[in-house]
């Protein structure tokens, strides 16, 4: 008759409160922890809100007044990366000591708050009210200060500015617009042509077609004729 062999729990338990006097008699391994916090502010020194904060695998998002914290983080170096969709993407690398960790960052615009174009008339410097400024595809008349303004604009472009007022030369210019500095454009009156036309003997010429280049008109009943709106130059 064959005899089942009965399991040794003696020995098992034995063993096993040897392996367990062996671990705890090992040092104990504490992490050291730190804590990163700091601000985001833009070009002006505003804070920046709802930024996000990113080191290795650690994210935070800036608080109404740009601030930022993340608690528990491993000492170390790390790629830090501050993102803000109004804002050019900051990357930048930074090291993590054990204990508080201040960091303070400045993110470059991609909008511009205002871009503002003041006309004025460029012999006296009077401002230039119902001017018709075009600025990236859209129109709008200056107020009685000769301003016309747009905002939240694509800041490191390239724009087509076209202004016109009556009596003055159009303005059209490509202005590059890398801040929120106000434009001012001067614009140049346009020249009023008049004169009469007489005869050999003095007598006054009605009905002449008098042309200056693409301008033209024609002497009235006193010979006088009259032209406005023209682009000084050499005819």
Do not use: C
Not at 3 to 26: D, E, H, Q, W
Not at 110 to 136: C, H, K, M, P, W
Not at 163 to 189: R, S, V
């Amino acid at each position: 008759m064959k005899m089942k062999s009965v399991p040794n729990y003696g020995k098992r338990i034995t063993l096993f409160l040897v392996l367990l006097a062996v671990l705890l008699s090992l040092p104990t391994i504490v992490l050291a922890q730190a804590t990163i916090f700091g601000e985001v502010w833009g070009d002006h020194g505003w804070p920046v809100s709802g930024a996000t904060v990113q080191f290795g695998e650690y994210t935070a998002n800036t608080g109404p007044m740009g601030e930022f914290m993340i608690d528990n983080v491993v000492p170390g170096d790390y790629e830090v990366t501050i993102s803000h969709p109004d804002y050019v993407t900051l990357n930048t690398q930074e090291t993590v000591v054990d204990g508080q960790n201040y960091f303070g960052y400045q993110l470059e615009a991609l909008y511009a708050d205002f871009v503002v174009f003041r006309v004025y008339d460029s012999e006296n410097d009077q401002n230039i009210e119902g001017a018709s400024v075009t600025f990236d595809g859209d129109t709008q008349l200056t107020n009685v200060n000769g301003i016309a303004q747009w905002m939240h604009v694509l800041l490191y472009e390239t724009y087509t500015v076209v202004i016109e007022a009556e009596g003055y030369q159009t303005y059209t210019e490509d202005i590059y617009i890398e801040d929120d500095m106000p434009h001012e454009i001067g614009l140049d009156p346009l020249a009023t042509i008049f004169g009469e036309v007489w005869g050999d003997h003095g007598w006054p010429v009605s009905g002449a077609t008098v042309q200056f280049g693409e301008y033209t008109a024609n002497t009235g009943p006193m010979g006088e004729f009259m032209i406005d709106n023209v682009v000084p130059g050499d005819y």
